[in-house]
């Protein structure tokens, strides 16, 4: 339960069946619908808090192939891209703008849908959020020293959780739910798996595993995964992340101190989240699917740093797809 919850996406198709007469079309126009404002929502706050180029802001929000890909199915990732784009720009406009009860309940409501469906991605969100929290009751002086030190808390508190709730131990949760995938994938017989390591329940078990574990989730698949067709277009999106990686650092642009700020924040959310994933979860087909709401974030860390001006007098042939605005 601590991972995910197959009941939440059973009772949501039940209550769906009232109207769909039990016609498994309009559930999943129903789900896309709701993959496809969850998406919108989530443009909208990379609109209004990075300011990136409209552009680089539509493919990051709508045009990633592993967001559509498994968005577009009877899937838990669909009520998370939901809540996900709903809850960060709801929470944008709670910070930045006066009291409104709409937006309050909209943060509630969006923040128990991911507590429910998948609580590890709030949970990966948190040491963002408490960081952008201090820098906003504070200065923006010292941010990298401000982001290590939020980390170090937050690591703190981790373990002060196992010790005072010993029967909650996290890192015993985390070995067992990668005990689960392993028996799983062997008696599945399952061609993508790639580790069959148990975890220790303890911190030497964590960081023995912890960097493979990141490593699989953020570069993976590479040449010699392709044991099933639906690996082959994650490799291919590797790829292009790849390539915006190498533009970002030859077109590379400074952040300025803000900016630098919420870059960091996605960092964290990115490797706390892979983390995560990557320990519990050591079958590559799984992988490929739960790393989904990583990879908007990721694309627009990459948007975040090239400089359009020095692109378009560069290559003076896309400056119709850069001056556009949206």
């Known amino acids: 339960l601590f991972f995910n919850d197959n009941r939440t996406i059973i009772r949501l198709n039940a209550m769906l069946m009232f109207f769909s007469f039990k016609f498994y079309f309009v559930h999943m126009v129903f789900m896309c619908f709701l993959a496809f404002i969850g998406q919108i929502a989530l443009f909208k706050f990379f609109r209004d808090v990075f300011c990136i180029h409209p552009f680089f802001n539509v493919i990051s929000s709508f045009l990633i192939h592993s967001v559509i890909f498994w968005s577009s199915g009877i899937l838990k990732e669909v009520i998370l891209l939901f809540g996900l784009g709903f809850f960060l720009l709801a929470l944008k406009n709670v910070v930045t703008k006066t009291i409104s009860i709409r937006w309050w309940i909209i943060l509630v409501v969006s923040c128990l849908l ?41 690591i703190s ?37 790639i580790s069959q390591q148990e975890m220790d329940s303890g911190v030497k078990g964590l960081c023995t595993i912890l960097p493979a574990s990141i490593f699989n989730v953020l570069f993976r698949p590479i040449p010699g995964d392709f044991h099933s067709m639906i690996i082959l277009p994650s490799f291919f999106e590797n790829l292009i992340f790849y390539f915006l990686a190498i533009i970002s650092i030859i077109y590379f642009k400074k952040p300025d101190t803000e900016k630098s700020a919420l870059l960091l924040s996605i960092l964290s959310f990115v490797l706390i989240l892979s983390a995560v994933i990557g320990l519990t979860t050591p079958v ?12 908007p974030f990721i694309a627009i860390l990459f948007f975040s740093l090239i400089d359009v001006e020095k692109i378009k007098n560069k290559f003076p042939m896309v400056n119709k797809y850069l001056t556009h605005e949206i």
């Open 114 to 154: 991911l507590c429910t469906i998948k609580i590890y991605v709030i949970i990966a969100l948190i040491p963002s959020l408490l960081f952008l929290a201090w820098l906003k009751v504070s200065t923006n002086k010292a941010i990298l020293l401000k982001f290590i030190s939020i980390h170090i808390v937050c």
């Open 157 to 193: 508190m981790v373990f002060l959780f196992n010790h005072f709730f010993s029967e909650l131990n996290i890192f015993e949760l985390i070995s067992n739910k990668r005990s689960d995938f392993i028996k799983i994938a062997i008696a599945e017989k399952a061609g993508s798996l």
């Open 284 to 295: 590559l087909g799984a992988i490929v699917r739960y790393k989904m709401p990583a990879l």
